[in-house]
């Protein structure tokens, strides 16, 4: 099976056309009948639905007076392929990886995630970013701040109006592992236990005594949305890969079945992540790991 012609990328791409047109001030009518074009064309290329050509996209971005070095990096965009494997090496300021992160977590109708060795991005506290941007290899000093920021910002996709549909698959590991010592793992899972009460969140937990597992190959998160196919996101240091092949995806629905089978449910999960917080807040000040895991 072929892919669909909206993918990924291509909704990127015309997320940042319609931004750079958005800039000018022209409606999109007018904006065809600037390059001489019809109006479907020009929706069809926002949308994704029908990207252009790498010429038409350079017209385009032109016309809108976007400056070079943003309009080398889009034109860099519109040259890669559409295979159903897009792969965003990460960079040392801002990722562009990030940015196409944010359109796909923006643009989706659900979002479901495993993480197997620390809290999901969307959920972290500043103090527990901080403690995972600080200690990443490919992070450099002056960049974690900007890093941290970025990811704060992400977070405004659990405040919006209509949110996404979240389900937030968590390994116990990852709750235990003393990221920033007990004063930070304490507020994390607070962080944790409040999000629980939003009417659209859900986080459940894998716990260690459910032993070996599907998603022992590492974290990833499937997006699903309206009106084009879902896509799975898979990081790790260096880059990060967006998946879009139908086999793919059906490969990473039979791992999350298999998570929906282990973990504890919602009421089970919540009163977990409250004695977690309660042990971290007993812990001896300085402290930085709880005793051993208790059955759950």
Request: glycine share 6%; hydrophobic share 40%; charged share 25%.
């Amino acid at each position: 099976m072929g892919l669909p012609d909206s993918t990924a990328r291509a909704r990127e791409l015309g997320t940042e056309l319609r931004r750079a047109r958005e800039a000018t001030g022209l409606s999109g009518v007018e904006m065809a009948r600037k390059l001489g074009w019809s109006h479907s064309k020009v929706s069809r290329m926002e949308s994704g639905q029908r990207p252009g050509s790498e010429v038409d996209n350079a017209i385009y971005l032109s016309s809108c007076g976007v400056p070079r070095a943003e309009l080398e990096r889009l034109l860099k965009l519109a040259r890669q392929a559409d295979d159903g494997y897009w792969v965003r090496p990460h960079g040392h300021g801002l990722p562009d990886e990030l940015r196409s992160l944010v359109v796909q977590e923006t643009t989706a109708a659900a979002i479901t995630s495993f993480e197997l060795a620390r809290i999901n991005g969307l959920l972290q506290t500043e103090e527990y970013a901080q403690e995972i941007v600080r200690n990443s290899a490919a992070v450099p000093a002056d960049g974690v701040e900007l890093r941290v920021q970025a990811r704060m910002a992400r977070q405004a996709l659990l405040r919006r109006c209509r949110p996404p549909v979240l389900l937030f698959y968590v390994h116990e590991h990852a709750l235990r592992l003393p990221v920033g010592g007990a004063a930070v793992m304490h507020e994390q899972l607070l962080q944790l236990v409040f999000v629980t009460s939003l009417p659209h969140c859900s986080v459940r937990v894998v716990p260690n005594s459910a032993g070996a597992h599907p998603g022992l190959a590492g974290p990833f998160r499937l997006m699903e949305y309206t009106d084009h196919p879902p896509v799975v996101y898979v990081e790790n240091e260096v880059s990060s890969l967006f998946l879009e092949q139908p086999a793919d995806i059906a490969t990473y629905r039979r791992i999350l079945a298999h998570l929906a089978e282990l973990a504890l449910d919602e009421g089970q999960s919540r009163q977990r992540l409250a004695e977690l917080a309660s042990e971290y807040d007993r812990a001896e000040d300085g402290s930085r790991c709880l005793p051993a895991s208790t059955p759950v």
